[in-house]
T-cell receptor, first 113, second 113 residues
């Protein structure tokens, strides 16, 4: 399995509170991604990173921010959590811009009450 | 990215080969076929991918028709742990920028004892 660790694995938080999810990789891959998975919507890309301090928005980036200060860590922050952000969040990595596949972490289940 | 069509469910006896079909009749010449699977509450797991030649790795084989309009994922000796939802995805290239990964409904493979 790819060396990807997501933390925490489960979190319950209240509406309006900030939340940070962490993705840590040991593969030294350049590209990192945050997805959310919801019933009926499949996987949707939130933000991605193509290098240290290089990030960009995906298709559902509103309400989320990211940071990547080191190759191995990619942080996803919900500045003020809302109930619509209740979801399972997956981090993924890939080494390069070729046809290399994505490798996913085991996810963080976030519940916003 | 080209759209894919998969049967919603399939059954397979333990120890037998599981053959999972996928139609991708609108595939473009530079699009790869990727297979992932997802076991309940885990992250998607990469299985195999290919462009036009058949591919084999330690997990599975991928057979792509000559016209590339369909493919079959073969698990040679299915085990109970192979019970999962299998996703066939067609896209251009791998990592890089906006890695939008469209998982359809996939095929629920149930391996029976």
């Amino acid at each position: 399995d790819a060396g990807i660790t997501q933390s925490p694995r489960h979190k319950v938080t209240e509406t309006g509170t900030p939340v940070t999810l962490r993705c840590h990789q040991t593969e030294n891959h350049r590209y990192m991604y945050w997805y959310r998975q919801d019933p009926g919507h499949g996987l949707r890309l939130i933000h991605y990173s193509y290098g240290v301090k290089d990030t960009d928005k995906g298709e559902v980036s509103d309400g989320y921010s990211v940071s990547r200060s080191k190759t191995e860590d990619f942080l996803l922050t919900l500045e003020s959590a809302t109930s619509s952000q209740t979801s399972v969040y997956f981090c993924a990595i890939t080494p390069g811009p070729t046809h290399s596949p994505l490798h996913f972490g085991n996810g963080t289940r976030l519940t916003v009450t | 990215d080209a759209k894919t069509t998969q049967p919603p469910s399939m059954d397979c006896a333990e120890g037998r080969a599981a053959n999972l079909p996928c139609n991708h009749s609108t595939i473009s010449g530079n699009e790869y076929v990727y297979w992932y699977r997802q076991i309940h509450s885990q992250g998607p797991q990469y299985i195999i991918h290919g462009l036009k030649n058949n591919e084999t790795n330690e997990m599975a084989s991928l057979i792509i028709t000559e016209d590339r309009k369909s493919s079959t994922l073969i698990l040679p000796h299915a085990t109970l742990r192979d019970t999962a939802v299998y996703y066939c995805i067609v896209r251009v290239g791998g990592g890089g920028s906006n890695y939008k990964l469209t998982f359809g409904k996939g095929t629920l493979l149930t391996v029976n004892p």
